[in-house]
């Protein structure tokens, strides 16, 4: 089974800043990961497949990055709403798909 | 829209089955471009995938649930669902449905991912 690490558990960042969120795998998974946004109460949402290609509807500060074993999320510019939590996904070795522990969003 | 909508008990006796069903609006479980899948995430926890079903006759599971996991579609209402066996208080978590989309591009790139999600519903397994 794969897992993924992603880092910080915590990040604090203010409205309007960039924030970079990371993602490792155990061994490389290719570009087959995505990202999910998970607002408090609410199912996850995606955002990110194949690593950086955006899903429907997603506003263009969202991008991704990486390929084999570390991957990034980036916001450019911290909107209210973009305060949650976030999880990669890998999909390259299944069953079965794994996520990672998540990153929380909070305002700085 | 499609939408997807979890039902069933939410409370679970431990050894006995949870059982949980997904409706799905919108859209016809029948299409072969997607998948679905049921996934659950315990309290602060990332999410775990449960398993995968596609047109009822291609199911994948989680090796880590040991064959509890059983997971069937009913075409005539629309829906899917999920059965857990043995259940203890290690199930108890938020459960999600969810629809999949696994296809391979003209580049040979594939593609593998959740894009809708249900509401989900929390499960507790306690006597």
């Known amino acids: 089974e794969i897992v993924m690490t992603q880092s910080p558990a915590t990040l604090p960042v203010s409205p309007g800043e960039r924030a970079t969120l990371s993602c490792r795998a155990s061994?490389?998974?290719?570009?087959?990961l995505a990202w999910y946004q998970q607002r408090p109460g609410q199912a996850p949402r995606l955002l990110i497949y194949?690593?950086?290609t955006r899903a429907t509807g997603i506003p263009a500060r969202f991008s991704g990055s990486g390929s084999g074993t570390d991957f990034t999320l980036t916001i450019s510019s911290l909107q209210s709403e973009d305060f949650a939590v976030y999880y990669c996904?890998?999909?390259?070795?299944?069953?079965?798909?794994?996520f990672g522990q998540g990153t929380k969003l909070e305002i700085k | 829209q499609v939408q997807l909508q979890e039902s069933g008990p939410g409370l679970v006796k431990p050894s006995q089955t949870l059982s949980l069903t997904c409706t799905v609006s919108?859209?016809?479980?029948?299409?072969?471009?997607?998948?679905w899948s049921w996934i659950r995430q315990p309290v602060g926890t990332g999410p775990e995938w449960i398993g995968r079903?596609?047109?009822?006759?291609?199911?994948h599971y989680n090796p880590s649930l040991k064959s509890r996991a059983t997971m069937s579609v009913d075409r005539s209402k629309n829906q899917f669902s999920l059965r857990l066996s043995s259940v203890t208080a290690e199930d108890t978590a938020v459960y999600y449905c969810?629809?999949?989309?696994?296809?391979?591009?003209?580049?040979?790139?594939?593609?593998?991912?959740?894009?809708?999600w249900g509401k989900g519903t929390t499960v507790t397994v306690s006597s």
């Open positions: 079903v596609f047109l009822s006759v291609n199911s």
């Open positions: 919108g859209g016809s479980i029948s299409s072969s471009t997607y998948y």
């Open positions: 969810a629809r999949g989309v696994d296809y391979i591009d003209q580049t040979g790139t594939r593609y593998d991912y959740l894009d809708v």
């Open positions: 996904q890998q999909y390259n070795n299944w069953p079965p798909y794994t």
């Open positions: 061994q490389s998974v290719g570009s087959d």
């Open positions: 194949g690593a950086s």
